[in-house]
């Protein structure tokens, strides 16, 4: 145990989950490398990361699906391993992992059965548009339902923290409004959430703070107002045969005559460029995927 | 939440999930009953009682035997490949509500496999067993399966369903036949003989034959049906282990 594994039980217990330096490896892979993150009570956090950044090893850990390789992770001011600390934990199944031959108020009931307080079915039901399927089999219903149902198995048990991997893929835009509304009920009820995702929208619907992660590690955190400015870059791509030195640019990939400006501003790049009298041609402005904002957050941070 | 609530819970839904899946229920119940029928009734034991107890205890395991490889085996596989497994890991219960469900819904399956070989037993051949060595025989059965259970397990962690089921099979009618599941070993050439009491498929037949017959097994098969139990669990263990560094990037 380290010296960070011991101020962890010395702080004010305003915060329902935390990790302290935590790494975990799989074999030879590193899936996370020191990572710090603290989710305080009452609020919405949304990890961010491409795939493969080590988001769902995080939660594992959290969940306690998983045991640290070093560092510390807690619960409700506890091991996440302790099942008496989950009791307040609502999870989302991953995919469509449902038990195809199952009836969704067996589900259900399973479920709520392992809870002290657990919400009434036909409540939970009711607010995830689920109504009147309680004797479908979970097999039997579309897509939109399935993911519906794995959301609404996270709120049964009447949590305080709430896990949400990946919510909304595989949601049409209705179910998907419905859910983002279901979280903000939540939390203006009092209760905590702790969600990832891919979209950094997604992210801006929901939270008020954003924590990004890339290749195991945390690159950045802070309001979502903050990382947009950090991660939601632009793509200028031109021809040139030179190019002048333009202000603004965080990162530039050339091959040949063929250049590739990332910015927060393209607006403003464009008529920088202009301006600069260069001769270009093919000129190209995109939004910049989250992953080609990565790896320029990575190599700014390196 | 009492473990012993929260053990019916995932049993009675263990036991659901399943019963809701006739085929599986049905195949490993099904095969001793129709060997039973095509390959020893017409034949007959006539009078001689012992041998055909023997007959129908040897295939009433190889039920049991072939229903534990299928829950323990496949089941496990497959309940891998779902993401429904490290959901339920999630929810405030310890590994134990969750384990004891999956053995005593493998338990219940086992015996859902030897009913219609022992009505078939009872109704058209010459077998009897007192009810007292009935109870014990059922008893024995679930010792006779560890090695299978545990075998089971071993190939399911370690293994994606596709090549699980396959696997199985592969090992498992071999060990069946040498360790005289359908043909009652005496009748086996001296080197098979020997062969046979090597195999864990040979004790857990004699095992319950004497529990239920009173025909004490030779001490090398004792001895290397209790090597099998440790090298399986040991086996199950180490396949659970290298899985649970594997899952979860």
């Given amino acids: ?302 | 939440m009492t473990t012993l609530a929260l053990t019916r819970t995932h049993f009675r839904f263990l036991l659901l999930e399943n019963l809701r899946v006739p085929i599986a229920v049905g195949s490993a119940a099904i095969f001793p009953a129709l060997s039973l029928l095509f390959f020893v009734v017409p034949f007959g034991f006539g009078d001689d009682v012992v041998a055909a107890t023997s007959a129908v205890i040897q295939l009433a395991v190889f039920g049991v035997l072939s229903s534990f490889l299928f829950t323990f085996g496949v089941g496990v596989a497959d309940d891998r490949e779902k993401a429904w497994d490290p959901y339920v890991r999630t929810l405030p219960a310890a590994a134990t509500p969750r384990i004891v469900g999956r053995l005593l819904t493998g338990f219940v399956f086992a015996l859902i496999a030897i009913v219609p070989v022992t009505i078939v037993g009872a109704a058209l051949t010459s077998a009897s067993v007192t009810p007292l060595r009935f109870v014990a025989g059922l008893v024995a059965m679930l010792v006779a399966g560890l090695p299978f259970l545990l075998g089971g397990l071993a190939v399911g962690y370690s293994m994606p369903v596709k090549a699980a089921l396959p696997v199985t099979q592969l090992i498992f009618f071999p060990l069946a036949f040498a360790g005289g599941l359908f043909l009652p070993p005496q009748l086996f050439p001296g080197w098979l003989q020997t062969i046979s009491e090597l195999l864990p498929s040979r004790g857990a037949r004699d095992v319950v034959i004497w529990a239920a017959q009173g025909i004490a097994p030779s001490v090398l098969t004792v001895v290397s049906f209790v090597v099998w139990v440790v090298a399986t669990s040991a086996l199950a263990g180490w396949a659970y282990r290298r899985d649970e560094g594997r899952r979860f990037r």
């Avoid at chain 1, 070093?70 to 001011?77: A, D, E, T």
């Avoid at chain 1, 955190?221 to 002048?244: C, F, H, N, W, Y």
Wanted: a neutral charge; aromatic letters at 4%.
């Fill in chain 1, 1 to 302: 145990m380290t010296s960070t594994g011991a101020d962890i039980h010395r702080l004010p217990d305003r915060h329902v989950a935390r990790a302290r330096g935590v790494s975990r490896r799989f074999g030879t892979t590193v899936a996370l490398d020191g990572v710090d993150l603290d989710v305080a009570a009452g609020t919405v956090t949304g990890l961010l990361g491409p795939n493969g950044a080590g988001k769902s090893t995080l939660l594992s850990l959290l969940t306690g699906l998983r045991r640290t390789d070093s560092g510390v992770v807690q619960l409700f001011g506890g091991d996440p391993t302790d099942p008496a600390r989950r009791r307040r934990l609502g999870v989302t199944p991953q995919e469509t992992g449902l038990p195809d031959t199952l009836r969704v108020g067996e589900v259900l009931g399973f479920v709520s059965r392992h809870y002290p307080q657990p919400r009434p079915a036909g409540e939970v039901l009711e607010k995830f548009g689920l109504s009147g399927l309680a004797r479908r089999q979970c097999g039997g219903l579309s897509g939109g339902q399935k993911r519906r149902l794995a959301v609404a198995l996270a709120f049964v048990g009447d949590p305080a923290l709430v896990v949400l991997d990946e919510p909304t893929t595989g949601l049409d835009v209705e179910a998907r409004r419905a859910l983002w509304d279901g979280v903000r009920e939540f939390h203006r009820g009092g209760g905590t959430v702790l969600l990832t995702s891919h979209y950094l929208d997604e992210i801006e619907e929901l939270a008020q703070r954003v924590v990004v992660i890339g290749g195991g590690k945390v690159l950045t955190e802070g309001d979502t107002a903050s990382i947009r400015r950090v991660v939601g870059l632009s793509l200028v791509e031109l021809r040139a045969r030179t190019l002048p030195a333009l202000p603004g640019v965080v990162r530039t990939e050339t091959e040949g005559e063929r250049h590739r400006l990332h910015t927060p501003d393209a607006d403003q790049l464009v008529r920088d460029l202009v301006r600069s009298g260069a001769a270009f041609h093919d000129l190209q402005v995109r939004t910049a995927s989250l992953e080609e904002a990565f790896l320029t957050l990575t190599e700014v941070a390196a």
